[in-house]
């Protein structure tokens, strides 16, 4: 992958971040799913609260060692997330989908994610713009 669009979109998402903490309150956090790898779960939920979300439907076993993680059914989203902000944040194994949003990167493709409310602001115009720039398909 090009490193190139790699710290382009780092620079774009911690370019949202204010917005996200201070005005968005981590809307992606506790709107929608994600698809997770179970060692990602348990970083986000201990074993007690695995087994709550799994009785409410949050948290959904699919193959492979991989859930659903449906934050639509959760009064208070993602189980990682605390008074709005994330406890796994900076932890390093936090999962790849949390770390990425909003800009996901395929080859030659980027993918903004729509269910962003700073994106769905214009915020990250200038980040497709460059991207196009370097060649990359915007979706």
């Known amino acids: 992958m090009n490193e190139e669009i790699e710290k382009l979109a780092d ?4 370019s949202i971040s204010n917005f996200c903490m201070n005005e968005c309150h981590a809307f992606c956090c506790r709107e929608g799913y994600i698809l997770i790898h179970y060692q990602e779960l348990d970083l986000m939920a201990t074993k007690k609260l695995q087994e709550k979300l799994e009785k409410d439907g949050t948290i959904r076993e ?4 991989k859930f659903s993680l449906n ?3 959760s009064k208070t989203g993602c189980p990682a997330l ?7 944040h900076s932890n390093p194994k936090r999962p790849n989908v949390c770390k990425n ?3 996901f990167i395929d080859r030659n493709e980027v993918k903004i994610s729509k269910r962003c409310l700073a994106v769905q602001k214009g915020m990250l115009e200038d980040f497709r713009e460059e991207a196009k720039e370097l060649g990359y398909e915007i979706i």
């Open 71 to 73: 934050f639509s059914n």
């Open 62 to 65: 699919l193959w492979d060692g």
């Open 101 to 103: 949003f909003p800009i």
């Open 82 to 88: 605390k008074k709005g902000l994330c406890k796994i």
């Open 11 to 14: 620079v774009a998402r911690n």
